[in-house]
C-alpha cells in the first residue's frame, strides 16, 4: 500500500470519525452525550464523594445537561369512568360517602376515594398459583398483568417498577405511570399478592394536563443529586449502594383540582429506599410543606 | 506531488479537529444559550416599621366626669393619644424618676393605658432610655393640685416607678385627655368581681380588667373585600426564585405554591406559609429585637394593613427548638376582628418558619338598606354566655373565670360576600367562643372564615 492510498483511507476515516463526534455534541435533540455536563471528573469526585460517606455508586449516570419544565396534572377520572361504567351495567350496589364512593359485587369490593385513589379489594381473592413466592418474577408479573387486563384495571402508559416482598408470604408489585417517555413516580399502581392469591389492586393515576414550556429550565446534574441526598441523609453508618438514578416527575397526593409537578431525580438505595431530588432546587422533596398539612 | 501535500494538510487538520472534538466531548462544555444567569432581584418593598411604631397599647381607658371611655386600635384619637404619650417617654430620664411615694389622698387618675404586649423600657431603648431595663404592662396618669405623674408597673411582679412630668409635658396630656374627652362617647364601666356574681348567681373570677358599655351599643354589619397585592411581589419575598415553585390549584379556589421546601398558601381572606426545616432552629435575640423583627416581617410579606396590632410576642419551645410567634389582629373602628387564622409570625434565628396574614380590607358598612343593628345588652349577654358554658361544660358550676369578654367582629361568608357580623366576645375558663351581638345565637367555629 504506497502512502498516498494510505492518507486517503485516514481521511475518509477521520471525516467520519469527525461527523460521529460533531453530530454528538452539537445536534442537540439526538444522543445522550448531547450537551454533556457532567464530567469524567466530577463523576470521580462525586464517587469519592459517596465512598466517604459509605454510600457506593452502582449504576451509571445520565451526563447529559437537561432541560425540563413542570408538568400540568390532574386526578385521572378516565380510568374511574370506565369502571364504574362496567359495575353500574352490572348492577354492583353502591354506597356515597362525604369523601368515598363504594361498589360492591361478588368477590369484590371497590372504593372510589375522592383524592383519585382506586381500591379494589378481592375477597377471598383471586387465586394465581400455589405459593406464588416461589414462581419467578417474570411469572408473577405476567399472571398479575394477564388478570389486570381481564379486569380492565391497567391503565395505559404503565411501566413495572419493582416487586418488594412482604413476611411471610405477600408480594406487593409496583407499578408507575410514563409520560412522554418519563415516569411520572406518583401515578402508581399496586398489586397486593398474598400466599397464592391476589387481593387488592390500588391504583393512584394522574391525568397529564400540559407542560409549561415557557418554563422550562435546566435541570441539576444527577452528581448534583447525589451530592445534595448525601449531604441531606449524612454518613451512613452502614454500606449503602445506590442502585438507580432517573429523571422523572414526583408529586404528592393532592386534594385539588390541578397541580403542577416538578422533574425529579429519583434515586433507589439499597433497591428498596426511594428518595426524590427537585430536579430544579436541588431539594429533597418531602410530603409536609403545605400549609395546610402542618400540625 | 501537490495531491499529497494537500492531503496531508486535510489530514493534519482532521486529527487536530478530532481531538478538539473528543476534548469537548470529554470534558464538557455548556452551551452558552442554557448558562443560566443568576438572578437575585431587588424587591422593593414597605420600609418597616420603627419600634416606636410596632407596640400599641391593647387599649386606653380616660376617666370624664361621667364614666370611663375606651379607646381602642383604630379608634379616633387612640394613635394621638398614645402617640403623644410614647414621645414623652421617649424624652423623659432617670432624672424624673420620684423616689418617694406619691401622695395617696386626693390623687385623680386621668388615663390608664393597658399594655399587652408589653412595653420594653431603658436602656438603649427609646423609652426612658437611661433607667434600668424593665417591662411595663400598664401605665396611669396621676394629678394633684398642679404636679402630674406618670405611674409605671412592671409587667411581671407589677412594681411601679413613678415619673413627675414637666409642667408642659403635663398641660400637653391633660388638653388632650379633655379634648378627647369631649367627644360623644360611649360610657364604659370597669367589672367588678361583686357586680359579677351578684348579676351570675354564683362564684366568677375575673382574670382580666373588663370594661362594658353602660349605654346602648349600636354597630353595623361590614362588607370586606379581598385586599390587593402585588403577586409577584409578594412571591419574591418568600422565594429566593419563584418560578422554581410550582403551583397547585386547590378546589375551593385556594392556590399553593411550593418549591418541595416551603409552601405557600393564598385565599382570597389570608395566606399561609410554612417551611418546616427551620423548626429545629433556636433564637438569641432579645425582646426587642423580636419586635423590630416582626415588624420587618409583616412590611417585607405584605405590608401593614389598616387597623393591624400587635397582640402578642412570646418565645416558644418545642423540645429542642426555641422561636418567637407573634400575633396580630385587625381592629375597625375600635372593634377587633376575628378569623380563623389571624396573621402571625413563628421566626427564629434561622428565619419565618411559619406565617399567616390576613387579606381583606372593610369596603363598607352596611347601612343604606338596613338599621344599625342594637347590641344586646352587657348582662343578658354574660347570662346566655354562662348558660352555653354550662350547656358544653355540665356539672363545672364553680371556679370559673371570665377571662374575656368584649365587643368585635367575625367574619364569615355569606353567598359570595365575605362579610364582618357583630359578635359579644367571650372566654371563660379557656374556652372562647361568640354570640351574635343583636340576638346572642352561638357563632360556631366553623362559621368563621
Redesign the interface.
Same mark, same amino acid.
Given at each position: 500500500m504506497n502512502l498516498g492510498r494510505a492518507k486517503s483511507i485516514l481521511i475518509i476515516a477521520f471525516i467520519g470519525l469527525n461527523i460521529f463526534l460533531g453530530y454528538n455534541l452539537f445536534w442537540p435533540d439526538f444522543g445522550r452525550l448531547t450537551r454533556v455536563a457532567v464530567t469524567a471528573e466530577e463523576i470521580r469526585i462525586t464517587e469519592a464523594m459517596l465512598n466517604e460517606n459509605n454510600y457506593f455508586l452502582e449504576t451509571t449516570l445520565d451526563r447529559a445537561i437537561q432541560t425540563s419544565d413542570f408538568l400540568t396534572v390532574a386526578p385521572a377520572s378516565d380510568l374511574q369512568k370506565k369502571i364504574e361504567k362496567r359495575l353500574v351495567e352490572e348492577n354492583a350496589s353502591v354506597t356515597v360517602d362525604e369523601s368515598s364512593k363504594t361498589y360492591s359485587r361478588e368477590g369484590q369490593v371497590l372504593i372510589f376515594d375522592s383524592s383519585g385513589l382506586i381500591r379494589v379489594m378481592f375477597e377471598p381473592g383471586v387465586f394465581l398459583a400455589e405459593r406464588s413466592i416461589n414462581l419467578e418474577q417474570r411469572e408473577i408479573r405476567s399472571k398479575v398483568e394477564q388478570l389486570l387486563k381481564e379486569e380492565q384495571l391497567m391503565p395505559e402508559e404503565i411501566m413495572f417498577d419493582y416487586m418488594e416482598y412482604i413476611e411471610p408470604e405477600g408480594i406487593i408489585l409496583h407499578y408507575y405511570q410514563v409520560h412522554e417517555n418519563l415516569p411520572i413516580y406518583s401515578g402508581q399502581l399496586e398489586v397486593v399478592i398474598d400466599l397464592d392469591r391476589l387481593k387488592e389492586v390500588r391504583i393512584y393515576w394522574l391525568e397529564p394536563l400540559v407542560r409549561s414550556p415557557v418554563r422550562e429550565m435546566e435541570i441539576i446534574s444527577a452528581t448534583d443529586a447525589l451530592s445534595n441526598l448525601v449531604r441531606e441523609l449524612g454518613p451512613s453508618s452502614v454500606p449503602r449502594r445506590v442502585k438507580q438514578i432517573d429523571l422523572g416527575y414526583i408529586s404528592w397526593e393532592y386534594d385539588a383540582e390541578k397541580w403542577e409537578i416538578p422533574p425529579v431525580w429519583r434515586i433507589v438505595l439499597d433497591g428498596q429506599q426511594l428518595y426524590f431530588i427537585n430536579a430544579f432546587t436541588g431539594n429533597l422533596e418531602q410530603n409536609n410543606i403545605i400549609p395546610e398539612q402542618l400540625p | 506531488m501537490i495531491?499529497?501535500r494537500i492531503? *496531508?494538510i486535510?489530514?493534519l487538520v482532521?486529527?487536530s #479537529? *478530532?481531538l478538539l #472534538?473528543?476534548y469537548?466531548?470529554? =470534558?464538557?462544555? %455548556? @452551551?452558552t444559550h442554557?448558562i443560566?444567569e443568576e438572578e437575585f432581584e431587588r424587591v422593593v418593598v414597605e420600609k418597616p416599621r420603627p419600634l416606636v411604631e410596632v407596640i400599641t397599647p391593647a387599649y386606653i381607658v380616660l376617666r370624664t366626669e361621667i364614666g370611663l371611655n375606651v379607646l381602642k386600635e383604630s379608634d379616633p384619637g387612640f394613635y394621638l393619644l398614645w402617640k403623644t404619650l410614647s414621645q414623652q417617654l421617649q424624652s423623659l430620664t432617670e432624672e424624673f424618676i420620684v423616689e418617694e411615694n406619691i401622695p395617696g389622698e386626693g390623687l385623680t387618675n386621668l388615663l390608664t393605658v393597658y399594655l399587652q404586649p408589653a412595653l420594653p423600657v431603658g436602656s438603649d431603648l427609646p423609652w426612658l432610655p437611661g433607667i434600668p431595663s424593665a417591662m411595663i404592662g400598664q401605665i396611669e396618669l396621676f394629678s394633684l393640685n398642679e404636679l402630674t405623674w406618670l405611674a409605671l408597673a412592671d409587667s411581671e411582679d407589677d412594681t411601679k416607678t413613678y415619673l413627675l412630668l414637666p409642667p408642659e409635658k403635663a398641660v400637653e396630656l391633660t388638653d388632650l385627655i379633655a379634648e378627647i374627652s369631649a367627644e360623644d362617647r360611649i360610657v364604659y364601666a370597669l367589672l367588678s368581681t361583686d357586680k359579677l356574681n351578684g348579676l351570675a348567681e354564683r362564684e366568677l373570677n375575673l382574670e382580666n380588667s373588663i370594661y362594658l358599655p353602660q349605654e346602648p351599643v349600636y354597630m353595623d354589619y361590614l362588607i370586606l373585600r379581598s385586599e390587593t397585592l402585588d403577586r409577584d411581589l409578594l412571591l419574591r419575598t418568600f422565594f429566593i426564585d419563584y418560578?422554581?415553585a410550582? $403551583? $397547585? +390549584? +386547590? %378546589?375551593d379556589g385556594g392556590l $399553593?405554591y411550593?418549591?418541595? +421546601?416551603?409552601?405557600?398558601?393564598l385565599t382570597n381572606v389570608g395566606l +399561609?406559609? *410554612? =417551611? @418546616?426545616r427551620l423548626e429545629t432552629g433556636q433564637t438569641t435575640i432579645s425582646y426587642p429585637d423580636a419586635l423590630e423583627n416582626s415588624s420587618s416581617l409583616i412590611s417585607y410579606h405584605g405590608g401593614w394593613p389598616v387597623g393591624l396590632r400587635l397582640e402578642g410576642l412570646d418565645m416558644i419551645r418545642r423540645g429542642l427548638a426555641v422561636s418567637y410567634q407573634a400575633n396580630w389582629r385587625t381592629y375597625h373602628e375600635g372593634y377587633p376582628l376575628y378569623i380563623n387564622k389571624p396573621t402571625r409570625a413563628i421566626f427564629n434565628d434561622r428565619g419565618l418558619i411559619?406565617y399567616t396574614r390576613t387579606l381583606f380590607v372593610v369596603e363598607n358598612e352596611v347601612t343604606d338598606n338596613e338599621e344599625r343593628l342594637p347590641v344586646a345588652e352587657w348582662s343578658i349577654a354574660l347570662q346566655a354566655a354562662l348558660d352555653y358554658f354550662d350547656a358544653v361544660n355540665p356539672g363545672n358550676q364553680s371556679g370559673l373565670r371570665l377571662e374575656e369578654m368584649e365587643l368585635g367582629y367575625v367574619l364569615t361568608r355569606s353567598a359570595n360576600l365575605i362579610q364582618a357580623e357583630p359578635v359579644w366576645v367571650f372566654q371563660i375558663n379557656g374556652l372562647q367562643f361568640f354570640l351574635k351581638a343583636a340576638d346572642l345565637d352561638l357563632l360556631s367555629r366553623e362559621e368563621l372564615l
Open positions: - | 495531491i499529497e492531503k *496531508s486535510v489530514l482532521l486529527v #479537529l *478530532s #472534538l473528543t469537548q466531548l470529554w =470534558y464538557g462544555q %455548556k @452551551p442554557l443560566v418560578k422554581l410550582r $403551583i $397547585i +390549584e +386547590e %378546589k $399553593i411550593t418549591d418541595g +421546601e416551603r409552601g405557600l398558601r +399561609e406559609y *410554612s =417551611y @418546616p411559619h
